[in-house]
């Protein structure tokens, strides 16, 4: 059996000054969130049939924030992709009363 002990030693650089002209922090707001299911269509590929889905989402829902991608699938033709079938979440932020 043979064993292998490593030593490391690390150095660490001295410690810069911290910068002076940066802006003041602010406290992130907390926000409410709103998610919807949409499924974007495309021949192309699944990153078009992405946009086309949030650019159609975005024609009447505010404030969209992120998107998360569920479901991948499509069909097929020949042997070949034919169309691609993309289902995202979308969330928004709910606006204040």
Request: hydrophobic share 35%; glycine share 4%; net charge positive.
């Amino acid at each position: 059996m043979i064993r292998c002990f490593l030593n490391l030693h690390f150095h660490h650089p001295m410690p810069r000054k911290p910068k002076t002209d940066s802006p003041p922090e602010t406290k992130a707001k907390d926000h409410v969130y709103k998610l919807v299911e949409l499924t974007g269509t495309s021949k192309s590929s699944v990153e078009d049939a992405v946009e086309k889905a949030i650019k159609r989402a975005h024609k009447t829902v505010k404030n969209l924030k992120w998107f998360q991608v569920i479901e991948t699938r499509g069909t097929i033709d020949k042997g070949k992709v034919d169309h691609w079938q993309v289902t995202l979440k979308v969330g928004f932020n709910v606006e204040d009363a």
